[in-house]
C-alpha cells in the first residue's frame, strides 16, 4: 500500500527551464508535505514544505504547490541549475501521521 | 550549521554477524528516526523515537534489530545477525516536532557479504 506515489522514475530538462517534479499521495490523513533533494551516498537534503492550510510555498527557486482536493503536489524548480541534478523525493506526514517518502524522482538538467 | 552525525559511514559485514550504527541528532530535537533506503526506491521508516521512548516500530525486524536512545539523545541502531537482504542505506533523521521537518545524517552504507 503506497501512500506517497512519484510516477515519473525520471525527468531531463534543459538549463534554464523549469523542472516540475509530481507526487500523488492516498492518505487524507496527512497534513505536513516535504520535499527532499539526494545526492549518491548522502543523506536526503531538507529542500521545502508546506502544510495542509497553504496551497503554496516558495523559497527562492522552489516553489510547492499543494492540491488538497486532487490529494497532489508539485514541486517546480525555475530556473533550473545543473546543481539541481539529483534524486527528489516528496514525503508527507504531519501530527500522528508518520513520515513517508515516495520512490523519487531523478531530475537532470542538461546544459 | 547544526547537522546530524552519524558513523559509520561505510560498513561491511559478514552475513551472521552483529552490526551497530550510531546516531547524534541535532541539538534540541526530541524526535529522532532511523530509516533504510534501498537503491531506487524511497527511505522506509524502521523506528521512530519521541525522547527515549519509541513511538513507531512497526516496520521493524524485531527478531533482528534493535534500537535503542537511552537518555533521549543519541540512538544505536543494531542488526544480529546480519543476512545479505540488509544491504541498504541506513539514515538516521531528527526534527523538533514529530513528523515535520527532519534533517538527515549522511547515512551509513551497509554491505552484508
Known amino acids: 500500500d503506497q501512500q506517497v506515489k512519484q510516477n515519473s522514475p525520471s525527468l531531463s530538462v534543459q538549463e534554464g527551464r523549469i523542472s516540475i517534479l509530481n507526487c500523488d499521495y492516498t492518505?487524507?490523513?496527512?497534513?505536513?508535505f516535504l520535499w527532499y533533494k539526494k545526492y549518491p551516498a548522502e543523506g536526503p537534503t531538507f529542500l521545502i514544505s508546506?502544510?495542509?492550510?497553504?496551497d503554496k510555498n516558495e523559497d527562492g527557486r522552489f516553489t510547492v504547490f499543494l492540491n488538497k482536493s486532487a490529494k497532489h503536489l508539485s514541486l517546480h524548480i525555475v530556473p533550473s541549475q545543473p546543481g539541481d541534478s539529483a534524486v527528489y523525493f516528496c514525503a508527507a506526514g504531519g501530527g500522528a501521521q508518520k513520515l513517508v517518502f515516495g520512490q523519487g524522482t531523478r531530475l537532470t538538467i542538461n546544459p | 550549521e547544526a547537522e546530524v552525525a552519524q558513523s559509520p559511514r561505510y560498513k561491511i559485514t559478514e552475513k551472521s554477524q552483529a552490526v551497530a550504527f550510531w546516531c547524534d541528532p541535532i541539538s534540541g530535537h526530541a524526535t529522532l528516526y532511523w530509516y533504510r533506503q534501498i537503491l531506487g526506491q524511497g527511505p522506509e521508516l524502521l523506528v521512530q523515537f519521541q525522547d527515549e521512548s519509541v513511538v513507531d516500530d512497526s516496520q521493524l525486524p524485531k527478531d533482528r534489530f534493535s534500537a535503542e536512545r537511552l537518555k533521549g539523545v543519541d540512538s544505536t541502531l543494531k542488526i544480529q545477525p546480519a543476512e545479505l537482504g540488509d544491504s541498504a542505506m541506513y539514515l538516521c533523521a531528527s526534527s523538533f516536532a514529530p513528523n515535520t521537518e527532519a534533517f538527515f545524517g549522511q547515512g551509513t552504507r551497509l554491505t552484508v557479504v
Open positions: 508546506i502544510s495542509s492550510i497553504k
Open positions: 492518505n487524507s490523513m496527512f497534513d505536513y
